[in-house]
């Protein structure tokens, strides 16, 4: 039995060793966060003294040292001088400087369709890189970037003819746009203009449409106001002509345009042609022959299409039933109504029936026959 105990003696000696142990730890751990309390209130005063002999000495103005971490926002201490003031006061600022934000680049431009060496889409394609290089110039801050984009806008073949000259001829884009207008443009633009300002025509256009082809063929050919406001009235159709005689023209090209402008849209919103007869209508229209007839639908007449498809279905030509043909019809033929005021009884042509009123083919044709009936008579005699 007590070999037993024995055990159980030790285990509660040592339990009973380590809880003198943690009692005197806490012991001394107290006595040091004592003398760490004291130690601090010494340095507090120490500070503080030395703060307010600095003061006395020397009067300061007021300073503000910052203490920023990573996950506090910044810390302000605020020093003082002066008596009934305390030598040291901390404030929190109201708010951070937030950080400047990043410059905004401008829309993104479409970019011009490649140029594939076609003399008349040159025009265009100068026009629109030139638009794209300056309304996205903050995209292509440098020389050299406006080059390389403007090269990339080239088709295959003239990429090949224009890669020898790259950085040592051609070095910016308005030498690049000279070399496209000496190479790929029309040596002779201002005739070719002023020949195609000739022969434009307004047509049944628009006039706003027509005046903005005018103004991008007027932009080569060198010529004055006069001698526009000349080819713009000499290009408009005989409509717009006619309907501003007596007007006086103007010596500005866009008074003048407007002024046309006013015209042709009072021209097109007239509600009918016939009460201005500045629009009487150029289509022919079909005219009705008065020596026609008016004939009975029911019926079809010889030579008309009712009368084929009669025949290819076996209908009467008189009333379109089956079952018979028009001579065993019992239907009256129609009687034919003229519209001519002269002959009011002329015969109906192309008509099958055999009424005295016969048509002139068939009367030739029976003179024919007589003749060659005679004819043969007097062979035989």
Do not use: W
Request: one cysteine or more.
């Amino acid at each position: 039995m007590a070999s037993e105990s024995d055990p159980l003696q030790l285990i509660l000696a040592k339990l009973a060793s380590i809880e003198a142990g943690n009692e005197a730890l806490k012991l001394a751990l107290a006595q040091q966060e004592a003398q760490h309390q004291n130690d601090l209130a010494t340095l507090q005063r120490q500070f503080e003294e030395r703060i307010a002999v600095i003061e006395q000495s020397a009067p300061c103005p007021k300073k503000k040292v910052t203490f920023e971490t990573e996950d506090s926002p910044a810390l302000e201490i605020t020093q003082q001088s002066g008596s009934g003031s305390s030598p040291s006061q901390t404030t929190l600022p109201s708010t951070r400087t937030p950080p400047e934000p990043a410059p905004v680049k401008s829309d993104r431009l479409p970019d011009p369709p490649a140029f594939n060496g076609k003399r008349k889409d040159l025009p265009a394609f100068i026009r629109k890189l030139q638009y794209k290089l300056e309304g996205n110039a903050d995209r292509f801050p440098t020389e050299r970037s406006r080059l390389l984009y403007a090269h990339s806008r080239l088709d295959r073949d003239v990429v090949s003819l224009i890669n020898p000259l790259m950085d040592t001829d051609i070095r910016n884009v308005d030498r690049f746009v000279a070399f496209l207008e000496a190479t790929y443009g029309d040596p002779n633009k201002e005739m070719t203009a002023l020949s195609k300002l000739n022969n434009l025509k307004q047509g049944k256009r628009s006039f706003t449409t027509h005046f903005a082809e005018f103004r991008r063929l007027a932009a080569d050919t060198g010529l004055n106001e006069i001698g526009l406001i000349a080819s713009l009235r000499h290009s408009l159709s005989l409509e717009l002509q006619r309907a501003m005689v007596g007007e006086s023209l103007p010596n500005n090209l866009n008074t003048y345009a407007n002024l046309i402008a006013t015209y042709d849209n009072n021209l097109r919103f007239l509600p009918t042609a016939a009460s201005d007869p500045y629009r009487a209508r150029t289509t022919p229209t079909s005219r009705r022959d008065p020596d026609a007839m008016e004939i009975d639908s029911s019926y079809a007449p010889a030579g008309s299409k009712e009368r084929e498809i009669r025949k290819r279905k076996g209908l009467c030509f008189k009333c379109g039933k089956h079952g018979h043909i028009s001579r065993d019809c019992s239907v009256p033929l129609p009687a034919a109504r003229s519209n001519s005021i002269h002959s009011p009884t002329r015969p109906r042509r192309g008509s099958d029936s055999s009424s005295a009123h016969s048509s002139p083919r068939r009367s030739r044709r029976s003179r024919s026959r007589s003749r060659r009936s005679s004819r043969k008579g007097s062979s035989r005699r």
